[in-house]
């Protein structure tokens, strides 16, 4: 994993049960913590969606006045704080709802006109690869529409309908 060192305090904010059904997630849990640096202090928001059949997906950003906030680069240089704190939230994440498996959306950046194998997708799955434990979990990536999944070896034989489930839970949310 990333040093333990890396990882920013964050704060568990809250759990919100779905009330308007406009999406199927039954529970929405968010996290906030902060990255600090020589002149500013950013706040970053994690949202961890909670499915039926044990499907978590998360989404972060970068707290900042746009629509696209899920597209833009923070230019802080600081991946390395931030993938830390995102992994030890998916920690948390699974102590808290007893679910461990997880489907991530990379958005593409600003300048990228289609979100195919795009450029956060193939860093987000390479560092999933690298950090996660293998024995434990496998990571697979869609570059088609720039998906990723982290599954338990123990649902292995579910992959397919894991993979269909958070196929139609991105279409709901895009």
């Given at each position: 994993?990333?040093e333990?060192?890396?990882i920013?305090e ?11 059904r406009?999406e199927?997630?039954?529970k ?5 913590f902060f990255l600090r ?6 706040k ?19 707290k900042?006045?746009t629509?696209n906030?899920?597209r833009?680069?923070s230019?802080?240089f600081?991946f390395g704080?931030?993938g830390?704190t ?6 948390d994440?699974?102590?808290r709802?007893?679910?461990?498996t997880f489907?991530?959306?990379?958005s593409?950046l600003?300048s ?5 194998n795009n450029?956060?997708?193939?860093v ?8 996660v434990d293998g ?20 649902r292995?034989?579910e992959?397919?309908?894991?993979v269909?489930?958070?196929?139609n839970?991105?279409k709901e949310?895009?």
């Open positions: 994993m990333f333990a060192k890396s920013q964050y704060k568990y904010r809250q759990s919100n049960k779905n009330l308007n406009k199927t997630y039954l929405e849990h968010i996290y906030v640096s020589e002149y500013n202090r950013s970053y928001v994690v949202t961890i969606k909670e499915y039926a059949n044990g499907l978590l997906t998360i989404d972060f950003y970068r900042v006045s629509s906030k899920f833009i680069l230019n802080e600081k704080h931030l830390a995102i992994l030890d939230i998916m920690r994440i699974q102590e709802s007893k679910v461990n489907g991530i959306l990379a593409n600003l990228e006109d289609k979100n195919e450029k956060r997708f193939r987000y799955v390479e560092v999933l690869r690298r950090k024995d434990k979990y496998q990571v697979l990536g869609s570059d088609t529409f720039s998906t990723i999944f982290v599954i338990p070896l123990e292995k034989k992959e397919k309908e894991i269909i489930s958070y196929g839970i991105f949310t895009s």
